[in-house]
């Protein structure tokens, strides 16, 4: 009995979590990723070029999720959704808007200005040094190597 | 048949930082920052425009997509004026995006008041 117990507990305690909060993100970072197919199409049957729905879609999602942290629903989102708001461009977006309006109090430019990379500072910083070096060596290989 | 595969890859890709999250105890940044050099990675053998072909959005609205775009701006730049493209180009395809972002944050933080 005793064994059972403490098995049931491990069970309980371990197994459903991970499954569980990989289905929500699965869902919800999937919804996000089919709502910007959606948009691509709707842009494209406005009458934009190619390169320009791409911009277009990654724009209104970003405002969105901007909004969405405005009037507080995006947290309520997050919460439930895990990885699948955070990873999507919509957890840029909201990290960006969250750090702004939490330092609010300290002015727009100490306050608001300052903090705006707060956390979106780590993705732009490691983004450009990786695609710099990276860059780097395939011109390098490009043009004196091959 | 692009939209199912959107929603795949798209979910697939946020459980991958789930997992992450889950499993290793990252914080948000981690993940993030994680998955831009993991994007960037992937374009330097173009395999992340093989992705975006086979998924469309499912692929570019993942933060993996900002490493591409960054790597993917450069080299663009670079085949055209030399070695200096790479910094000059940098951020010709992700602008529109971090442009929005600043202009919209700072417009919510301007307008709303934070809640909690």
Same mark, same amino acid.
């Given at each position: 009995?005793?064994?059972?117990?403490?098995?049931?507990? &491990? &069970?309980?305690?371990?197994? /459903?979590?991970? +499954?569980?909060?990989?289905?929500?993100?699965?869902?919800?970072?999937?919804?996000?990723?089919?709502?910007?197919?959606?948009?691509?199409? +709707?842009?494209?049957?406005?009458?934009?070029? &190619?390169?320009?729905?791409?911009?277009?879609?990654?724009?209104?999602?970003?405002?969105?999720?901007?909004?969405?942290?405005?009037?507080?629903?995006?947290?309520?989102?997050?919460?439930?959704?895990?990885?699948?708001? +955070?990873? /999507?461009?919509?957890?840029?977006?909201?990290?960006?808007?969250?750090?702004?309006?939490?330092?609010?109090?300290?002015?727009?430019? +100490?306050?608001?200005?300052?903090?705006?990379? &707060?956390?979106?500072?780590?993705?732009?910083?490691?983004?450009?040094?990786?695609?710099?070096?990276?860059?780097?060596?395939?011109?390098?290989?490009?043009?004196?190597?091959? | 048949?692009?939209?199912?595969?959107?929603?795949?890859? =798209?979910?697939?890709?946020?459980?991958?930082?789930?997992?992450? !999250?889950? @499993?290793?105890?990252?914080?948000?940044?981690?993940? $993030?920052?994680?998955?831009?050099?993991? =994007?960037?990675?992937?374009?330097?053998?173009?395999?992340?425009?093989?992705?975006?072909?086979?998924?469309?959005?499912?692929?570019?609205?993942? !933060?993996?997509? #900002?490493?591409?775009?960054?790597?993917?701006?450069?080299?663009?730049?670079?085949?055209?004026?030399? #070695?200096? =493209?790479?910094?000059?180009?940098?951020?010709?395809? $992700?602008?529109?995006?971090? $442009?929005?972002?600043?202009?919209?944050?700072?417009?919510?933080?301007?307008?709303? @008041?934070?809640?909690?």
């Amino acid at each position: 009995m005793i064994i059972n117990y403490d098995k049931s507990i &491990k &069970k309980n305690a371990w197994k /459903p979590k991970y +499954l569980r909060n990989s289905i929500r993100a699965f869902v919800s970072g999937g919804s996000i990723c089919l709502f910007g197919q959606i948009l691509l199409k +709707l842009y494209e049957l406005a009458g934009f070029e &190619k390169e320009e729905t791409g911009s277009l879609m990654i724009v209104t999602l970003i405002l969105i999720a901007s909004l969405l942290t405005g009037i507080g629903v995006f947290d309520k989102i997050g919460q439930w959704a895990g990885a699948g708001s +955070l990873v /999507p461009v919509t957890g840029f977006a909201n990290s960006m808007t969250s750090a702004a309006l939490e330092y609010k109090k300290e002015g727009l430019v +100490l306050g608001v200005a300052t903090n705006l990379f &707060k956390l979106a500072g780590a993705v732009i910083t490691f983004g450009v040094v990786s695609a710099y070096i990276l860059g780097m060596l395939r011109y390098l290989i490009e043009n004196f190597v091959l | 048949m692009i939209y199912l595969y959107a929603f795949l890859v =798209g979910g697939l890709i946020c459980v991958i930082g789930q997992i992450l !999250i889950d @499993r290793f105890k990252l914080t948000s940044a981690h993940i $993030t920052a994680s998955f831009v050099v993991a =994007g960037a990675l992937l374009d330097s053998f173009d395999l992340y425009d093989k992705l975006i072909e086979f998924a469309g959005a499912g692929a570019q609205v993942p !933060i993996t997509s #900002f490493g591409h775009s960054l790597l993917h701006g450069a080299m663009e730049k670079a085949n055209e004026v030399g #070695f200096l =493209g790479i910094g000059m180009g940098m951020f010709d395809m $992700t602008a529109s995006g971090i $442009t929005a972002a600043i202009i919209f944050a700072f417009l919510v933080a301007v307008f709303f @008041r934070p809640k909690g």
